[in-house]
């Protein structure tokens, strides 16, 4: 498996893929080396047969707060018309396998577009989520536009995007969708390998 520097990956129980955004000092905020971390590693994910299930998570209490690190802003615009990857490097990956996020702490902005780009949300209580980059004018670049309003209806999702307001743990379960499984605090990404030990248990392949 390949080596990185802002994500640590790890393969557990021979079918289950977990990815931890490592950047605790900028609340696990994304740059350009990161995006392109992510982008081999969730690609060595969906070309590896013997993995089932993957799992996204954050580092020390936070999925991600923002999403893309402004600081690394120029080079993370290079990358918003690349069709596969996305400036966040993944986001736009078409995969052929299920990934859950097991969410604590910040998920708002790019985080939000992360979480919304898997197909099952497990949340801590200490979880909170918002478009918070709609009260700086900055746009969603990275599909939550399109994904929040299949996941939770447009009425919901034109909330969340027009008002920029975050929204706890609880709010969001009780939308249906945008939080599937809301545990206590800590327990997320414990939740989360125990539904990817389930599916992993089923035949691959797309059900």
């Given amino acids: 498996m390949m ?3 802002n994500i640590v990956v790890e393969e557990r129980g021979g079918h289950i893929f977990i990815v931890t955004i490592n950047r605790p000092e900028r609340r696990n905020a994304i740059d350009a080396n990161t995006a392109e971390e992510l982008h ?3 690609t060595y994910f969906d070309n590896n047969p013997d993995l089932y299930v993957g799992v996204i998570t954050g580092a020390d209490g936070n999925f991600s707060s923002g999403g893309a690190d402004l600081y690394d802003i120029d080079r993370l615009i290079s990358r918003v018309t690349n069709p596969e990857g996305g400036p966040l490097g993944f ?3 078409r995969l052929s396998k299920p990934v859950i ?3 604590s702490g910040y998920c708002v902005a790019g985080g939000l577009e992360i979480a ?3 197909d099952i949300r497990v949340a801590d209580k200490t979880a909170k989520f918002g478009f918070l980059e ?3 004018g900055v746009p ?3 599909g939550g536009t399109q994904r929040l309003a299949k996941i939770v209806g447009l009425g919901r999702a034109l909330d969340l995007i027009l008002t920029g307001r975050l929204i706890s743990a609880e709010e969001a379960y009780q939308w249906g969708g945008l939080v599937n499984y809301l545990v206590d605090e800590g327990k997320a990404l414990d939740k ?4 990817a030990e389930l599916i992993s248990k089923y035949p691959p392949g797309n059900p």
Avoid: G, K, P, Q
Avoid at 192 to 195: K, L, Q, R, S, T
């Fill in 91 to 93: 986001t736009r990956l």
């Fill in 3 to 5: 080596s990185y520097r």
């Fill in 140 to 142: 969603l670049v990275d």
């Fill in 40 to 42: 081999r590693a969730w």
């Fill in 192 to 195: 989360a390998i125990e539904i």
């Fill in 101 to 103: 996020a097991a969410i």
């Fill in 116 to 118: 919304l780009w898997a």
């Fill in 134 to 136: 709609r009260r700086f």
